[in-house]
Every structure is written in C-alpha cells, then in structure tokens.
C-alpha cells in the first residue's frame, strides 16, 4: 500500500515538472508496470557509437608486358608436381626441369618466377612454408644444373591458387606444383 | 522539442551492491527471466526494443553462464508475486529494458532486478542512433555478465577472418555473433592470416600486394594498411606479443621457414628457431613467455612449444601425423590445434604439456584454425563441412556448435581481445 502511494506520488511529480515546462507534446505512455523505484537522479546516459570502417583505395598499377619470343619460350616450360606434404623431386619431376633447363640456357633473357603450390589439405599458414620449398627445390635443380641464380625467384602461393577447384585426388594431385611463370 | 525522463530504475545510493558468487560454466547456477523489452512514446520502436530484447537473450544464451528463460508477459507484479514464499534453488533475477526516441537518436533503459531481494542491482541507459542498436544491445549483455559473475562478458568482441566474397581473399570482420560482417582490407591481391593486436584497435596479416608475401597491418576498422616486414619469401602467419610490442612470425628471408621476432614497427628482428624443417604458425602464451608452433622436424607437422628466447624446444603432439594451427588458450592451461584424423582434420585440446588430448569436432568435411574466446570459454574455427568453407564457433567443450558465415569462402578467423572501452 505504503509503495503505491510512493508510485503515485512519483508520477504526480513528473507530471508536474513536464507541465512546468509547458511543452510536454509527447505524453510518456510506458506500456508495462513498472514497480516502484526510489527516486533518484537518473541514469547518465552511456553514448555507443557505430565507428565506420574506411576504404583504402590501391592505385591500378602499370604492368610491361613481356615481348613474343620470351612469351613463346616460356609457354614451353612445364610444371612440376610433388607428393603429399612434400617437396622432394621425384624422377619425373628431375625429367622436366632438365627440359625447363634447356630452354633456359638457350633463351638467356627469360628470367622466371617458380610459384609453388599445395593442395588444399592442411593449414594455409604450413602450406605457405611447402610451397617455398617445392619451389625452391624446383630453383636448386635449376642452378645445379648451370642457370644462374639471379634468373630464378621463387614465390609460394601455398593453397591459395588452386589449378584445379575440386576436392579428389585428382585435383589434388594437379595443385601440388611448381609452376613456371615469365618474371616481371 | 524537450523530452523529459523520469526517474526510473535508479539504484539508491544506500543499497549495498549485489554481487554473486563467480561461476564456471560446469554449474550454471543463475536463472534470468528476460521481460519483454518494450517501446516508450509514440515512435514506433516496437521492432528496435524487440530486437534488443533476441540480441540480449541471444548474448545470455551463448556465454554459457545463465539459464535464460522467458518470463510470462503481463502485469509485473503478478509476475513476481507468483515468486514468493517459493524457496528458490538459484539465483533468480529479472532483465527487462525499453527503448525510446530522444532527437534523432535512440534510447535505451534496462535494468536486472534480483527477485527474492525485491530491489534493482543494475541500471544501465545508453544513447546511440539506429545502426549501432546492436553495439548497445551487446553492451547491455556485458553489463549484466559483469554484474552476475564478476566476469567480464565477450558479446562485444569481434571475429576477423578471411573472406573471398569481394572477389579476392580481403580480411572482414565481424560481430562475435556472426551479425554485421564488414570488408577492412582492400588490396585485391591475396590478404591471409589475420590476427588482433592484444589492445584490439590494429590486425596483422599477411599480404601479396606487393609481389611478395608481406606482413600489413591495418586498423580494425580499415583505413590504409602498413607494411611491417618485406623480407623476400614469405612473412607469414603473424601473432601479435600479449606485451602488444612484437609481432612473432614465419619468415622465409634465411632460406627456409623459420619462425622469428620483430617489433611493431619492423625493427629488432630476431631468429627463434634454427632447424632444416618447416617451422611455422607461433602463438604466444598469455604470458609471453613461451611460444607454441608447428615444425616438420620429426617428418610430419607436429605442434612444438619453445621459450620465448627460442630456447627449451619440446614437442606437445606425439599422436596422429599432421597437427597444426596451435592456439594457447586465454587462461594459459590448454593449447587447441587442428589434427589430421583419416581424410578430415579436426580440432583437438590438449593441455600444455600434450597430455589429456580432447577431440572436439568430429564432422565430415576439414575443421581447422581454431581461435579462443577471450573468456576461454568458446572457440571460433574455419570447417568445410557444408561443403564450402565457413567460420563457425562452439563452446570449448565442442558443445553448441553454430555457423557465423554463409556467403563464399570463410577462414582463418581470430578471435578479438575485448575492447578498451568495456
């Protein structure tokens, strides 16, 4: 009873302070019971706000375009493959790199760039770290075999850049590679 | 126009303040009876007050800790007469809010009332326009979580992660709950490997923008990235120093991965490890003091965990043939990884010395990278299950399990520190 008294009396008051104000065109119409509350001053009102995320704008870069006959001699240049989780050069694989050799040393202005790729099993961040191997091995190959050093760089894609989108084995087996790419 | 606010649930000065005992999420022991929120004035905020009512109880429901019920609508003394003399086996409090208009922004009151004490232990208010009611409604959860438990509540974290929705793989982030996913990078290259500095406010990654395999670093809310270390070959799979000083990484610049140290602005880099193999993935413990990391030096990827120096170097993982992706937990006792189990990687957790490893995930397709929430008690993980990759979260037990992302591919997700403001 005592705290019904004490709601009623709230309400008078801010009834009276909104009429003092003279421009309570807004009725506060609360759609639930509230029970009683003491009074006290309110609550500061905490602001959240809604940072805005900016975009960053990258500048088109300008790329040269390599001339026909590099263009003709690295298209013959082939790809090298691997096994699961490894960057050993199998026989074949050896096969392919004394072709990619040849080629090399009879074009002495191709410089290329030996990406090296994952299949699609086992972390982004390990397979980073194979790729550079598988390419690396690929470029060791190439310098044993006489190609200087300073035309070969190596990137590792990891399995970011699949050749192949599907998920067998076959696939797989297509995205374990050395790839073999004009440098720029 | 002025609007005038009576005085509402304020709590008075001579009430004691009310804290219950902290709990751990074995023994929920708190039950919350969520009031229907409701609209003040004439504004038309029915559809705002119920959808912070679903983001609160959404918050309550997934921090593990309360038992969230509905309470009857209606007349509220009704509703809490029907608690007395009923002896109560928990804790029983009562959350209801409302949300008015004031200029052209919103309002929002809410409070917690403590049932068998009859009195208000919470009283919040917040003013935000309309886009952030998600932000007030997770801060509100915050409180509460604060107020019950003395823990402070994760509703207001963040997920970064990989996406390749914009056509190239840019890192998003997101709300923890999945809501509110938003590009940061804009490079149109490949951005990989995200990962919060401790304070929240930057993200490191790894970036071909370049070329090259850097490392960036941008603001948690975009802006331009900047490179921190360019070596030639890769600068991978950063974590940031819980000291917020050093970025630990994999480089590739001596000629093999190697995992090493640098500043935050790129200087004073320094090699940890020094082996043939791979080493690759660091993450920090919460002390700094020590680092977990994954190296092929046994023959298969293997989670290994060394002195903060380089030093002590000892493997964790002894069984299956490709664990990776080691994260050490918040509290610093378990450290989760991703493991290869037949065809499928799974996410396990294992205590820092390797022993008692607990397999958490069991579903087709691969589950890996997982993250910790920063209370522990969830973890945020990138599976194929669906058949395309999305991030999903569970609670660290492996209970619970929801999909965050829908659209293209999702990986790689960090989990965000709490941030500064709570």
């Not at chain 1, 690929?138 to 970011?160: C, D, F, P, W």
């Not at chain 2, 964790?316 to 499928?344: E, H, M, Q, V």
């Not at chain 2, 669906?386 to 609670?395: E, F, L, P, Q, S």
Request: hydrophobic share 35%; with cysteine; glycine share 10%.
């Amino acid at each position: 009873m005592k705290r019904k008294v004490l709601f009623a009396a709230l309400i008078l008051m801010a009834l009276a302070l909104i009429l003092s104000f003279g421009c309570a065109k807004k009725k506060i119409t609360p759609t639930g019971e509230l029970p009683s509350a003491p009074p006290a001053s309110r609550t500061p009102a905490e602001e959240v706000t809604q940072p805005e995320v900016k975009a960053q704008e990258t500048p088109a870069p300008v790329e040269e375009e390599p001339g026909a006959e590099l263009t003709a001699a690295a298209a013959k240049l082939k790809d090298v493959f691997f096994a699961f989780d490894d960057y050993a050069l199998t026989e074949e694989a050896r096969e392919i790199l004394a072709g990619n050799g040849k080629i090399l040393s009879q074009t002495p202005k191709l410089n290329v760039v030996i990406e090296g790729h994952c299949d699609e099993r086992g972390t982004v961040e390990y397979n980073l770290a194979l790729g550079e191997k598988r390419a690396n091995s690929a470029k060791s190959y190439l310098v044993n075999y006489g190609i200087s050093q300073s035309r070969i760089s190596v990137i590792s894609y990891g399995k970011e850049r699949p050749f192949d989108p599907g998920h067998d084995e076959s696939a797989w087996a297509k995205n374990r590679r050395g790839h073999f790419a004009i440098q720029k | 126009m002025l609007v005038i606010f009576a005085p509402l649930w304020a709590v008075a000065a001579d009430q004691p303040e009310v804290r219950l005992e902290i709990r751990t999420s074995q023994t929920i022991s708190i039950r919350i009876y969520m009031r229907k929120f409701y609209a003040m004035g004439t504004g038309g905020l029915g559809r705002q007050a119920s959808d912070f009512e679903k983001i609160v109880t959404s918050d309550l429901q997934l921090s593990g800790l309360f038992e969230v019920l509905q309470a009857p609508g209606g007349d509220l003394d009704s509703f809490l007469g029907g608690f007395k003399n009923r002896v109560a086996s928990r804790e029983e409090v009562m959350v209801e809010g409302r949300v008015s208009a004031e200029g052209d922004k919103l309002v929002f009151e809410g409070r917690i009332f403590d049932i068998a004490g009859r009195k208000t232990i919470l009283n919040k208010r917040y003013r935000f326009v309309g886009p952030a009611l998600r932000a007030a409604a997770h801060r509100f959860s915050d409180e509460i979580v604060s107020e019950l438990t003395g823990e402070k509540g994760i509703a207001s974290t963040s997920i970064a992660f990989v996406s390749n929705l914009s056509g190239s793989k840019e890192i998003y982030v997101m709300d923890y709950d999945g809501y509110g996913e938003k590009q940061v990078t804009r490079e149109r290259s490949i951005c990989l490997s995200p990962h919060w500095s401790p304070d929240g406010q930057r993200i490191a990654y790894t970036s071909y923008s370049s070329g090259n395999p850097d490392l960036h670093v941008v603001g948690r809310y975009g802006g331009k990235p900047y490179t921190v270390s360019s070596f030639k070959g890769l600068n991978s799979s950063p974590a940031w120093s819980p000291d917020n000083k050093k970025i630990a990484l994999t480089l590739t610049k001596d000629g093999n991965a190697e995992i090493y140290v640098l500043n935050v602005d790129g200087s004073g880099v320094r090699r940890l490890t020094s082996h043939p193999g791979i080493d690759s993935s660091p993450s920090w413990s919460p002390s700094g003091r020590q680092i977990a990391f994954t190296s092929d030096r046994s023959g298969s990827p293997q989670v290994y965990v060394m002195e903060a120096d380089g030093s002590n170097v000892r493997k964790l993982t002894f069984s299956g043939s490709y664990n990776d992706s080691p994260t050490w937990s918040p509290k610093g006792d378990r450290i989760a990884y991703a493991s290869r189990l037949g065809n499928n990687f799974q996410i396990f957790v294992a205590d820092i010395s390797g022993a008692n490893p607990v397999q958490l995930t069991s579903s087709g397709g691969n589950n890996e990278n997982p993250s910790w929430s920063p209370d522990g008690r969830q973890l945020v993980f990138s599976s194929s299950r669906g058949g395309k990759r999305d991030i999903y979260a569970m609670n660290a037990d492996g209970s619970n399990v929801r999909r965050l992302t829908s659209q293209g591919d999702n990986f790689s997700p960090s989990w965000s520190p709490r941030s500064e403001q709570d």
